[in-house]
Each structure stands twice: as structure tokens, then as C-alpha cells.
């Protein structure tokens, strides 16, 4: 197959193109460092948003922390998994911070129990809440849209 379709055709960006959001180039990697320090910092930025809630807006304390969440799992998946392309580190934070959401349903007394923990809680949360599903796809969002900007900033 030669063309557009060709079987390397996926590892070759268009001339004068950002990345796509499906691939990276063949062999380009996330640094590994700039992806540590900063889901750290989402990380710190998280707890700080619950820690110091009663000065955030209502609006602003309801959502900052489940969307800080789900970009801090976006940015630790492109972290771990930095040869992979934007688009699989998306999905799988999505099915990763979907399927702690949706667990929330369940309550089994061990499960209740681990959540009574702090660190239990921080990762599996308490009750399934809709607008947990949005602030996910928020978060993963911005993740996309930085971890874009950084690959085009890192190809320069």
C-alpha cells in the first residue's frame, strides 16, 4: 500500500503539522521529568484545593478537585506510558477515572472501610456523582490539549 494509507504512513507527520492527537512520531517520548514534576504539582495543586476549600468559591470547590483528579491520571498515564500516542493515554485515563467513578456505586463494608482511610478516599472518592463524569472529561481534556502543546513545543 503505498499513499496516504502506506504502512508507515501513521509514523510520518505531514510536513509543517502539529502531532496528531492519534500519534506521535515513531521513537519521540514524553520527558519524563517535565511529566513527573507537573502531575506532582496537579497532585499538590489537588490537595491544596480540598485542604483550602473555604477560601475557593462555591462553584470553583465543588469541581477544581475531580477535575485536578482526572488531569493528574492523564498526566501520570503520559508519565508511565510516554511512548504511547495522546489519543490512548485519553482513553485510558477516561476508563481509568470512569471506572473509580462508577465503582463508587458499590458499598461493601471492606470497600467502605478502605475509604474511610484518607488515601482511600483521595482514590476511590465516596459516592457516584454525575458531574464527577464531567470534570473527568474536563481534566482529561486540558491533559490532551497540554500534553499537544508540549509535544509541538518539544519538536522545535
Known amino acids: 500500500m503505498d499513499g496516504r494509507w502506506g504502512r508507515h504512513a501513521l509514523n510520518r507527520p505531514a510536513a509543517g503539522s502539529e502531532p496528531s492527537l492519534a500519534v506521535m512520531k515513531k521513537g519521540r517520548e514524553r520527558s519524563r521529568i517535565i511529566y513527573g514534576l507537573l502531575t506532582v504539582a496537579v497532585l499538590l495543586l489537588g490537595l491544596a484545593s480540598r ?12 469541581y477544581v478537585g475531580d477535575v485536578l ?6 498526566l501520570g498515564l503520559a508519565l508511565l506510558l510516554n511512548r504511547q500516542s495522546t489519543r490512548t493515554v485519553a482513553w485510558l485515563a477516561m476508563l481509568f477515572s470512569f471506572g473509580i467513578e462508577v465503582g463508587q456505586l458499590y458499598h461493601a ?16 472518592g465516596f459516592g457516584f456523582l454525575w458531574t464527577d463524569l464531567l470534570c473527568y472529561g474536563v481534566g482529561i481534556a486540558i491533559g490532551v490539549l497540554l500534553d499537544r502543546w508540549l509535544l509541538a513545543s518539544s519538536r522545535r
Open 51 to 62: 485542604r483550602y476549600s473555604v477560601w475557593l468559591p462555591p462553584f470553583v470547590h465543588a
Open 69 to 74: 483528579w482526572a488531569l493528574m491520571v492523564f
Open 109 to 124: 463494608p471492606w470497600i467502605d472501610h478502605l475509604r474511610a482511610t484518607r488515601l482511600g478516599g483521595l482514590l476511590l
